[in-house]
């Protein structure tokens, strides 16, 4: 008679230790190969956000923007006909991260006015208020006309008479990197015109630091 081969049987108190033991192995052999899967996952979705994340455009970036940009600086105003000897000055800047600029005048006798310029998107014009020390307040709009002068008009104020009164101002730059701003107002809706103001803008040339003493007397 044939004899069977001796088998062991796995005996029910054996059971649940033999189950534990033989998940512990089969979690060690998967562990390595799944977080290599995950960290390969991780890298795809990573380079798919770079890849497709449309690109952040900053504000006031395009070009409507910087149509004033030739009027930034520090400035000595000349102004045509004056010969009182009052000495003007005007400061341009970039404001709001460069959505606007920000004009500071001022002369030796004590005037002073500030503006606010900006490009309005919706009217796609440049827009301007401007407030001085005597009261006088204008609010202007307009643009680059074909010569490259930036050229604002405004009809918010009246004369002496109570009378409809225009204000144009017309700012032209030079290629030796000066400006010339003209004023000119209408008193019969735009017929003729009146020049009231015109100045000549010339870069401002930093004054010349006194050496220091070191320079005059140096050391061993």
């Not at 395009?62 to 004033?68: G, I, K, L, T």
């Not at 008193?187 to 009231?196: K, L, P, Q, S």
Request: proline share 8%; glycine share 8%; net charge negative.
């Amino acid at each position: 008679m044939r004899a069977w081969p001796s088998c062991s049987f796995v005996t029910p108190e054996h059971a649940p230790r033999i189950i534990a033991n033989t998940m512990s192995q089969a979690i060690a052999m998967m562990f390595p190969r799944l977080r290599y899967l995950l960290l390969l996952a991780g890298l795809i979705a990573l380079s798919g956000c770079a890849l497709f994340q449309p690109k952040i455009v900053p504000p006031c970036s395009e070009a409507a923007y910087h149509q004033f940009d030739f009027w930034l600086g520090e400035w000595n105003v000349l102004r045509a006909g004056d010969e009182s000897g009052d000495e003007a000055y005007n400061s341009i800047t970039p404001i709001m991260q460069g959505c606007a600029l920000q004009e500071r005048y001022h002369t030796s006798s004590g005037y002073s006015g500030e503006s606010l310029n900006w490009y309005d998107p919706e009217l796609m014009q440049w827009r301007q208020t401007w407030v001085d020390v005597s009261g006088t307040v204008l609010q202007l709009s307009g643009g680059l006309n074909a010569e490259g002068q930036m050229v604002l008009t405004g009809n918010n104020r009246r004369d002496e008479r109570d009378k409809p009164l225009l204000d144009r101002i017309t700012w032209t730059p030079y290629e030796d990197g000066t400006v010339v701003q003209q004023w000119d107002i209408s008193r019969d809706n735009g017929a003729t015109w009146e020049r009231i103001f015109s100045g000549l803008y010339e870069p401002r040339v930093p004054a010349p630091q006194p050496e220091s003493p070191a320079a005059d007397n140096p050391g061993p």
